[in-house]
């Protein structure tokens, strides 16, 4: 029983495309991530919904825009690619102040 | 500015030996640390976390030290195995406003468990 899973695993796309990815969660925690792990392997917040409402969003790019059509899902939209955006995409969820549980990533690669 | 620091980015021992990682932090609002290992081409998986109001946590083979006044946490594993080999992400939290939170991540330690 995969608990946080997002898909595609894999996703490789040409500069200027827009994509999503998607992650649910089947634990019923109330909050939702999405960090970006760059090339130096440095895991870095971008968004929390906390029960579908918009807790953190760091600074990150407009091009990239989250929505939680319910507390089990939390997709990433990324409009215009760039190549500086090819990373590890992880979701994650958790409920109050447990451990954050993760998927396992979405590596995106822009050519 | 980092304000979590895993100055070692790697760490071999034997197996059957004690490994030792740490962890480094400068913000004195963390009030509950996590330690959470990390496969190739997985997500980190939680493995034991701290409360600011403790000195000392245990959990099977691992057991994780905090303190306080230097600033510092420690994730000890004994005895050390193979299947440990993972990279190691200490983690730090601190209230942001309401019920919400915030973690912040160290870079990460490479552990090596030889055989």
């Known amino acids: 029983d995969t608990a946080v899973s997002q898909t595609p695993k894999y996703l490789v796309t040409q500069m200027g495309n827009d994509k999503s990815i998607k992650c649910e969660q089947n634990?019923?925690?109330?909050?939702m991530y999405w960090y970006k792990q760059d090339s130096k392997k440095f895991l870095k917040i971008m968004f929390s919904?906390?029960?579908?409402?918009?807790?953190i969003n760091e600074t990150v790019p407009n091009r990239f825009s989250p929505k939680s059509p319910d507390k089990a899902h939390l997709n990433l939209h990324i409009n215009s690619l760039e190549l500086g955006d090819s990373a590890v995409y992880f979701c994650a969820s958790s409920q109050g102040r447990g451990p954050q549980h993760f998927g396992d990533g979405t590596r995106l690669s822009i050519l | 500015d980092q304000q979590v620091k895993q100055n070692s980015p790697s760490l071999s021992v034997q197996e059957g030996r004690i490994s030792i990682l740490n962890c480094d932090y400068t913000?004195?609002?963390?009030?509950?640390f996590l330690w959470y290992k990390k496969y190739p081409a997985e997500g980190p998986t939680f493995l034991i976390s701290i409360s600011s109001i403790k000195d000392k946590n245990e959990d099977g083979r691992f057991t994780v030290f905090l303190n306080k006044s230097a600033k510092h946490l420690s994730l000890h594993i004994v005895p050390s195995q193979p299947g440990d080999s993972a990279v190691y992400f200490c983690?730090?939290?601190?209230?942001?406003?309401?019920?919400?939170?915030?973690?912040?991540w160290g870079l990460g330690t490479s552990l090596g468990v030889n055989p």
């Open positions: 913000n004195s609002m963390f009030d509950y």
């Open positions: 983690a730090a939290s601190a209230p942001t406003g309401g019920n919400n939170r915030k973690l912040i």
């Open positions: 634990l019923g925690h109330d909050t």
């Open positions: 919904y906390n029960n579908k409402e918009l807790i």
